[in-house]
């Protein structure tokens, strides 16, 4: 009898097994879906379409890439949080998708950590915190005590409510105590613009979008929000080195796959994704673009993506910041 029950038990065990084995096997067996919240010509919708060929041609299948754009990203994550954990569902997600769009008052129909396991890193950046050059001052301390002796409140532009911009230019306002008051615009141009003119004093961006206004010095870059400074502005000291520590809003792409797929396949992936990223018509965009990239495997990738995640979720917490219904 016991011999019975427990050749039972094992077929069960098997049972349960061997479907996930037989399809490690056998993937990708059709064509791979990669749902992106950005819509087309988007900045991640680029980097999608640059991975797609190398992906193409590592895992055998065509890549075929999804926009689907909207509220925030709450669209793209229920989608790609529904599919089949079968390995042909990918999702290219930002750490808004991830976890902070919940948080910020809009309604999903998903859980960004159980619903998801992250595969890859597609890209990482730093924003870039920068002042009018007409205020004279040239670091964090500095304008700390332009602040405090004019007794001012600075304007502070960005691309939107709850945007990193926003982020940036709230954390820096209470994490220094300063007097800053956020001035939401439709997209980061016309902010920079004002910001150079002197209608705003202070803005964030990306390296990508400042570059030409550092270049003609109407901005100056006062810190960087990262772990590290950035290889195409290595004067420029993080927050951290002027006394801000634990202040990184690293914005990141990860690549993520529905809970329940197969570890074998995400692994597989994460290889295939690492050799796409590596590809010099790749790292090439990234690097002229200002952005971080570094290889991780499968463990690595899911403790950084963890990380710097809860990093984001402490500073939703500290600003109170929601987004606009």
Not at 41 to 48: K, M, T
Not at 222 to 233: C, H, Q, S, T, Y
Not at 258 to 274: F, K, S
Request: aromatic share 8%; net charge positive.
């Amino acid at each position: 009898m016991r011999q019975l029950v427990f050749s039972g038990f094992l077929s069960l065990l098997m049972g349960a097994v061997m479907p996930h084995t037989a399809l490690a096997q056998n993937w990708p067996s059709k064509p791979i879906k990669l749902i992106t919240s950005a819509a087309p010509g988007g900045v991640v919708d680029i980097y999608a379409r640059r991975h797609q060929p190398h992906l193409q041609a590592e895992l055998g299948q065509p890549i075929l890439v999804e926009n689907k754009p909207g509220a925030s990203g709450a669209i793209a994550g229920d989608a790609a949080a529904k599919a089949d954990p079968d390995g042909h569902t990918l999702f290219m997600g930002s750490q808004n998708e991830m976890g902070l769009i919940g948080q910020l008052g809009v309604p999903v129909r998903y859980d960004p950590i159980k619903d998801f396991s992250t595969v890859a890193l597609t890209i990482a950046g730093y924003p870039i915190l920068m002042v009018n050059a007409q205020l004279g001052v040239k670091n964090v301390a500095e304008l700390l005590a332009y602040t405090k002796a004019k007794n001012a409140t600075l304007d502070c532009g960005g691309s939107g409510t709850a945007t990193v911009g926003h982020f940036v230019c709230a954390a820096f306002a209470v994490r220094t105590g300063t007097k800053i008051q956020y001035v939401p615009y439709k997209a980061n141009v016309p902010a920079m613009t004002d910001a150079a003119s002197g209608q705003v004093q202070l803005v964030s961006a990306f390296y990508s979008e400042v570059a030409p206004f550092i270049a003609t010095g109407k901005l100056v870059p006062l810190g960087v929000f990262g772990a590290n400074r950035l290889p195409l502005l290595p004067n420029v000291p993080t927050m951290a080195e002027q006394g801000l520590k634990d202040l990184e809003l690293q914005s990141y792409t990860v690549y993520a796959v529905p809970t329940g797929t197969p570890v074998e396949v995400q692994r597989r992936l994460n290889a295939a994704i690492l050799k796409a990223a590596n590809h010099p018509d790749v790292m090439d965009k990234v690097k002229v673009a200002g952005g971080v990239y570094f290889d991780m495997n499968l463990e690595e990738t899911q403790a950084w993506q963890k990380r710097i995640q809860s990093r984001w979720n402490n500073i939703v917490q500290e600003t109170g910041i929601k987004l606009e219904k």
